[in-house]
């Protein structure tokens, strides 16, 4: 009777074991996964803004992720306008893709003033006081909104990494404008 | 027999650790993944306000310098700095008009597929007097969140080193 209780208990012993095992393994490629997910978007977001508005020619953006083990390098390769890549981290085994998306979530006017250029360019707005036209007596003060349409681009970069095992993508959307002027 | 009995409950109660933390374990992962999106967000919140900054800086002068006045009409003062913090918000703002922010969060939540928001609570000048020079900062408070997981970002940013006379 005993031995039949014992062996009813330890029945599901392995399958706890198991399942154990797999959620611990998946835990820890889960966690690389977006490691490498925030490492390669951080590498993007600090990279020349002309590699990734025009990676023409091809570009090579090396960066590193730090793991229990020693840091693990790998590199993305960007080409295009705006720039497309992919890059292959391998961690313990386990094969991490990263795929690199850039596009134009505003596209700048580059001094084109028409209606058309400047629908498309990301707009600001700010407020100033209203101007006084005409002769005195002004108009009682007042303000109005104005809006800035930005002549640069402004991009959109959206990373996916996924491990060999054909687990759930994690994707990362993240922004980057020219801030050189 | 006493002794396979006890070591049964040991064995029962071990599998019913393990199971229930499995379970729990089960659930850090979506967390995991929602507390980097939301992260991500907040930084792209970030760049928004620095970029504004730096295709306006003489605009952001004059809103923080009537900000800062003492005498300012606190009308005047709302209405300056609500204009220049609707650019940030991520949700729609009063008046039908659609921010950069909200058009931004749109096109996360498309690439992604996940219910990513963001916003920027503040965005100030902090000047700092020292021997000799005077250093701006541009501090911005900014926020992301992904689900229940919220992630917030306190950023300075120096933008320029001016000389004492």
New interface residues.
Partial sequence: MATMLLALAAFPLIRSFSQSYEVATRQVEQESTAKIAEAAMNKLLSVRFDDLNSAIPAVSVPFEVETPSGPVAAKIDLAGAPAQGTGTFIIGGTTYRVGVAVRRAFTGHRGIMTPAATAKALTFSYAVPAVSIGLPPPPPPGLVVATYACPDDFLGILVRVSSGRGDRELRLSGFRGDMRR | ?VT??L??MV??T??GL??F??RG??G??AR??DQ??A???A??AV??A???Y???PA?FYR?NRLVNAVTADPA?RN??QA??M??FSGKSVPGG?VS?AS??VE??RQ????P?EFGVESCELVTRKESGYVKDYLRIRAWGACRAERKALDQLVEVEITHAP
Avoid at chain 2, 111 to 114: H, K, M, S, V, Y
């Fill in positions: 027999m396979l009995l070591l049964m064995l029962v071990f599998v393990l199971h933390s499995t374990q089960k850090t992962h995991l993944f980097t999106r992260l991500m967000a930084r792209a760049e928004l620095v970029y504004k730096r295709v306006l605009e809103v005047e209405f300056f204009v220049w609707n650019d008009f950069p058009l931004l096109s996360m690439e992604t597929g996940e990513v």
